[in-house]
Nanobody, 115 residues
Framework: QVQLVESGGGLVQPGGSLRLSCAAS????????MGWYRQAPGKERELVAG???????NYQDSVKGRFTISRDNGKNTVYLQMNSLEPEDTAVYYC?????????WGQGTQVTVSS
């Protein structure tokens, strides 16, 4: 079993920044594709950004140029740096780990962008 622990959410004003972190409990992290998803009230969960085991990244169009996903294999941790935040970014953000034909999810962290 793999556990994912997210941190870094909170309340921020429009234009502000936050960095989310997600730590995995096992070294399977190193072969995994990692992702950040979000779910706003009344909406479906959507992929925000992903990073492969080799470091290739992909982003949802709405966050390109504002968000950056990265990973530290030595710490089994994936990050999401979020800049120029907008009210539309408000959601619960979930970390995912995809490896060996299984997907694991974190518990989610709330991000609220409001003045």
């Amino acid at each position: 079993q793999v556990q994912l622990v997210e941190s870094g959410g909170g309340l921020v004003q429009p234009g502000g920044s936050l960095r989310l972190s997600c730590a995995a409990s096992r070294n399977i992290f190193r072969i995994a594709t990692m992702g950040w998803y979000r779910q706003a009230p009344g909406k479906e969960r959507e992929l925000v950004a992903g990073i492969s085991s080799g470091g290739s990244t992909n982003y949802q169009d709405s966050v390109k140029g504002r968000f950056t996903i990265s990973r530290d294999n030595g710490k089994n941790t994936v990050y999401l740096q979020m800049n120029s935040l907008e009210p539309e970014d408000t959601a619960v953000y979930y970390c995912s780990l995809d490896a060996l034909r299984r997907i694991y999810w974190g518990q989610g962290t709330q991000v609220t962008v409001s003045s």
